[in-house]
């Protein structure tokens, strides 16, 4: 039985809705770098605004859209990088560097917010960054990068955009507790499960993709 299922596992089916959009990108000549720091400027410009207005219930209300958005540009990078051959050592840089700067960015803020309570809010920021490294890391080790559930990325998007909307629903501080005390669990989890499965592909002896 597979206990680590992410919203990372339905990332196929993302990346068929926006084939539309990726087909105009690239008859645009659009790079994939522009789309990655496009992303990336998006989510620091967002994330300053809800830290000057963390009471604005509006701004909150519109999270989850600006997660939504943030997805669909870190998914169209990698499919446009593919579709015209500009994987590069600098995109990959970037992409990395990017998406954890973003989830600061986007997440910080909700220390602001009075029903939230800051210190369990940074402590969930920085195992979110401390699993994303368990990723990275399975690199080094000769294995391909791993994103493997139960709170990955996509997962942890899912969870704020939910927070977003009860920020803006005005919910009581023990419906933020509750939440941070699980992500918090589940990034542990996905932490050790990351690592783990990099040892297992590199026993496997398992060939990286290229």
């Known amino acids: ?8 596992d339905l990332k196929p089916r993302f990346q068929q809705a926006l084939r539309p ?9 659009v790079t994939p770098n522009q789309i990655t720091v496009l992303a990336m400027a998006l989510s620091l410009a967002y994330g300053v605004v809800l830290a000057l207005h963390p009471a604005n219930r509006w701004l909150w209300g519109l999270f989850p859209v600006a ?9 169209v990078d990698g499919m446009l990088a593919t579709a015209t051959g500009q994987k590069t050592a600098l995109g990959a840089l970037l992409n990395e560097m990017g998406d954890q700067l973003s989830d600061v960015a986007l997440y910080l803020p909700f220390a602001l917010v009075a029903q939230v309570r800051a210190p369990m809010l940074v402590i969930v920021v920085a195992a979110a960054l401390l699993a994303e490294f368990a990723g990275v890391l399975a690199v080094l080790i000769g294995a391909d990068r791993r994103f493997d559930g139960p709170m990955g990325k996509s997962d942890r998007a899912v969870v704020f955009g939910l927070m977003g909307l009860l920020v803006a629903g005005g919910a009581r501080a023990d419906w933020f507790d509750g939440l941070l005390m699980l992500t918090l669990v589940l990034l542990v989890w996905t932490t050790v499960n990351r690592l783990r499965q990099a040892l297992r592909a590199v026993a496997r002896g398992a060939p990286r993709t290229p």
């Open 21 to 29: 959009l990726l087909a105009s990108l690239v008859r645009r000549g």
């Open 67 to 75: 997660m939504l958005l943030r997805m669909a540009l870190n998914a």
């Open 1 to 8: 039985m597979n206990l680590s299922f992410s919203v990372y």
